[in-house]
């Protein structure tokens, strides 16, 4: 049986990003933590982002995908 390949180092980015807090309630969002975040981070859309200087929207997701439900206090009117 193959032994499984695991990151020992979580992303740099943790102290810094607005998702991670989220991330770590759990529930279907806890996925994206142990994939990402505590796994192959520098794959991150987030991560990624920050890299080029940009501050990454809320709800962007590490996969690149968008999550409609999520919003930032000051992008809401
Ligand atoms: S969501 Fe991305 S940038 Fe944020 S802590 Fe996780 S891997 Fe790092």
Redesign the pocket.
Known sequence: MPIAKINPVS?T??SS?E??PL?EKGGFLKV??SR??RGD?SR?A??QM?LRGERPPINLL?SGEYLSCLKRRDECQ
Request: charged letters at 5%; hydrophobic letters at 35%.
């Open positions: 992303c980015h943790i990003c998702l991670f991330l994206w933590q990402y975040c981070f991150c987030r991560y920050s590490p």
